[in-house]
């Protein structure tokens, strides 16, 4: 028996088509439709009545309605389409329509293939008609003046804007010349080549145009008047019965281009004469400089490891949407003073010789920071300060005293947090000994200038003043204080920094400024300023990119220039102090592990706080019950260290830290592959 179907169209084609299906009881035939739409895709409703059916099209539009035609004593399918009819039917509301039969077949592969020849047929012809209007409706009531040439440059079409800012009728347009080219121009006829290349390809281009040569311009002679661009009034005001007039000059003479758009045309060019694999090579290429973060690495496949995914999303993100109304309330109106014990000034002379002697190989990289903590009861920095400071001869280029130095010494130091684990006074003192340590590397001192190598000590000096033990996205999820001062961005870094010359300005006992020329001062300003701001891990890969790309390459190719531009020392520098933060990896074992067992515990206590208050969970891998620590530390090597220190040993040259790096991975694989969570193996 040959029982219809009848077809019907909304012509707004989504990415899913929705279909929706008219059946008055369940059968063989609605379940192949449900399974067809199903295996393609298609978002698919069923209504049993024509009241349930017009419900469930005002909803939700469906693209495709499917009626049965078979069951009249349930509802009449034809009564239902017909748009005499005003209640419960569809037809009324659909504006433009097709109608199509189906014989009844109940195969799923019958009722698929009818739908793709809907879908690819028909329905997206539908949607390409009405995008079409859609783009003229946009194009009429833009405010921008917009011209639609052919190939020849012959106009073809302009909108309503256009004529109001360039003074022409549409009339006096269409069919014309865009314009006479000057032979003096010779970039004009290239330009619309290009064009007209990447239209053929069915490319995009943006171009933007603007000229001040009004006589170049074939309508000259048809202007009508001139007004200042800047007091057209938009249409819809008295546009429609007063044309205004401009004087601004023809759009298409002269482009202005970004440096990214440079970039990408000249990629363009190249693909004209580019066999087809380079062309799609080439392709990917513009697909991936047109997105926004050019830096921001892709996972792959580190995605499934819930280490790294944590590490990344803790040190590299500005905190996730608050769960909580509970605030973490971290004031710094009151920085803290010198504690009355430091008051006394010490000489270097004078350090007492238990001190001293943990201080004798200060200039080795395997330098035990720790027995210099123990040593000063939790006061290294201050002490390794003066014997730094003295050895760069920082004192005599600021022209400050002695005394001045170590009190700013002292009042900096007073303000790390002895209660953390890892960012405290020996963090800073450490940042402090790798930065002196990169600072003698013969290809360092090479790039920098003097001004930047005591940049570089205070930088190292105050990079981590203050701070809270928490990270930036705990913070921004907290609602602290900080996070609002600095709109959730660089929170702990701006504040670092910002704290540091607070401190030292607020009084002359400890301004260790104070006695340099005032451009001198403002350019160890910005040099620290950029340094300590570098040392947020969310542009980490940012940088590490440019040193590489504009450093290391050059030099490979034996380019000896690029050591002394002022934007690739900014570079050195800002690689230099981001090496000098995080080398923990690249220390000897012991050394590693200690730093290690306490940034983790850094991290149990940020995660026990964010149990406790309600916050959202920044790191769920650092729970002090479940994590492990080797995997940890695996994951912070493989995806931060080990590229980076490729990178700045290729520069510095230091294969002793390469050494200690590969130990130490070794050291941590072993532990992971034996199961263990913890810092160290059990007792044999």
């Known amino acids: ?208 145009f603007y000229s001040p040569d009004i006589q170049s311009s074939k309508h000259k002679d048809r202007r009508k008047g001139s007004l200042d661009v800047r007091s057209t009034t938009s249409r819809g005001s008295d546009g429609s019965s007063q044309r205004r007039h401009s004087s601004m000059a023809r759009i298409h003479s002269m482009t202005i281009e970004a440096p990214i758009t440079k970039v990408i045309n000249i990629i363009n060019a190249a693909q004209e004469s580019s066999p087809m694999p380079v062309a799609e090579a080439l392709d990917r290429v513009l697909e991936i400089l047109r997105t926004t973060e050019l830096y921001s690495p892709q996972l792959g496949t580190k995605d499934e490891d819930p280490h790294t995914n944590d590490l990344v999303g803790g040190l590299m993100t500005d905190g996730l949407r608050r769960l909580s109304g509970n605030e973490y309330i971290f004031s710094t109106k009151h920085p803290h003073h010198i504690p009355s014990h430091l008051t006394t000034p010490l000489s270097l002379n004078d350090i007492p010789p238990r001190i001293a002697q943990t201080m004798e190989n200060e200039d080795s990289w395997d330098f035990d920071i720790f027995n210099l903590e123990a040593a000063t009861m939790k006061r290294p920095l201050t002490y390794l300060g003066l014997k730094i400071f003295s050895r760069f001869g920082v004192c005599e280029f600021l ?81 602290s204080e900080l996070a609002i001062l600095y709109n959730d961005t660089a929170v702990l870094e701006s504040h670092h920094a910002a704290l540091a010359f607070q401190i030292t300005t607020r009084d002359d006992k400890c301004n260790i400024f104070k006695n340099i020329e005032r451009n001198e001062y403002r350019t160890l300003r910005q040099a620290i300023i950029d340094m300590v701001l570098a040392t947020e891990m969310t542009k980490h890969f940012e940088h590490v990119n440019k040193f590489v790309n504009s450093i290391n390459k050059p030099l490979a190719e034996s380019v000896k220039s690029v050591l002394t531009s002022p934007e690739n020392r900014i570079l050195v520098k800002r690689m230099l102090i981001k090496c000098a933060d995080i080398s923990n990896p690249c220390r000897p074992q012991e050394l590693c592990i200690e730093w290690a067992g306490r940034i983790s515990e850094e991290y149990f206590a940020q995660t026990d706080e964010e149990k406790r208050q309600g916050l959202p969970v920044v790191m769920p891998v650092f729970d002090r019950n479940t994590c492990s620590i080797p995997k940890s530390q695996i994951s912070f090597i493989d995806y931060f260290i080990t590229d980076m220190f490729d990178a700045w040993d290729a520069f510095a040259d230091l294969p002793n830290l390469m050494q200690h790096l590969d130990n130490n991975f070794k050291y941590w694989k072993g532990l992971d592959e034996r199961k263990l969570h913890s810092l160290r193996p059990p007792p044999e």
Request: proline share 3%; with cysteine.
């Open 399 to 479: 022209n400050c005293p002695e005394a001045t130095l170590r009190s700013w010494l002292q009042v900096i130091e007073a303000n790390y947090h002895s209660s953390n684990s890892y960012h405290n006074s020996t963090h800073a003192a450490d940042v402090l000994h790798a930065t002196a340590y990169f600072l003698c590397k013969e290809r360092v001192k090479q790039s920098l200038d003097p001004i930047d190598e005591v940049a570089a000590l205070i930088a190292a000096t105050v990079h981590d003043v203050d701070h809270p033990g928490r990270t930036n996205s705990f913070l921004c999820n907290a609602g």
């Open 1 to 208: 028996m040959d029982i219809c179907l009848c077809f019907f169209f909304f012509f707004i084609y989504l990415f899913f088509l929705q279909v929706l299906l008219v059946f008055a009881k369940e059968d063989s035939q609605s379940n192949g439709f449900c399974w067809a739409c199903e295996k393609a895709n298609f978002r698919c409703s069923m209504a049993r009545t024509p009241e349930s059916a017009l419900e469930c099209f005002l909803e939700k539009h469906h693209d495709l309605v499917i009626i049965d035609h078979r069951h009249s004593r349930h509802f009449d399918a034809e009564a239902l389409c017909r748009p005499d009819r005003e209640e419960a039917s569809v037809m009324p509301l659909i504006n433009a329509g097709f109608n199509r039969r189906y014989v009844e077949n109940a195969n799923m592969m019958a009722c698929y293939n009818e739908l793709l020849q809907l879908e690819h047929g028909e329905v997206r012809a539908q949607f390409k008609l009405r995008a079409g209007n859609a783009i003229f409706t946009a194009l009429e009531q833009s405010q921008e003046a917009i011209e639609i040439t052919s190939e020849d440059q012959v106009i073809q079409y302009v909108n309503p804007a256009y004529e109001a800012i360039m003074g022409y009728q549409q009339g006096e347009l269409i069919g014309k010349e865009i314009i006479e080219v000057p032979k003096s121009e010779k970039n004009k006829p290239d330009l619309l080549e290009t064009i007209n290349s990447c239209i053929r390809k069915g490319k995009v281009i943006h171009c933007y």
